[in-house]
Nanobody, 125 residues
């Protein structure tokens, strides 16, 4: 069983920045691909970003490309999502997810095994 704990959410004005953190309790974190998802009210869950365990290759959705960065610190078992130039449409609950010891560097949504509880990000004046 792997537990994921997100932090760093909050209220920010448009154009501002936030950094989300997700700490994993997993024993194989360095072998786990990690992802960030979000769900806005009355919208489908969106796959925002992912980072592979193997080569460090990353994925970013078109909606956040050029504004968000995903990176990881294996020694701290933590994955980060740096969010810059935030827009009101980035408002959502953000979830961290882990694909434990999987073979796919950037897994599809259905391959993620564990999910965090989520953290609220609100972009508003």
């Amino acid at each position: 069983q792997v537990q994921l704990a997100e932090s760093g959410g909050g209220l920010v004005q448009p154009g501002g920045s936030l950094r989300l953190s997700c700490v994993s309790s997993g024993q194989s974190f360095s072998r786990d691909s990690m992802g960030w998802f979000r769900r806005a009210p009355e919208k489908e869950r969106e796959y925002v970003a992912a980072i592979s365990w193997k080569s460090g290759v990353t994925f970013l959705a078109d909606s956040v490309k050029g504004r968000f960065i995903i990176y990881r610190d294996n020694a701290k078992k933590t994955v980060f999502l740096q969010m810059n130039s935030l827009k009101p449409e980035d408002t959502a609950v953000y979830y961290c997810a882990a694909d434990v010891a999987g073979d796919t560097e950037i897994p599809p949504q259905y391959e993620y095994d564990y999910w965090g509880q989520g953290v609220q990000v609100t972009v508003s004046t």
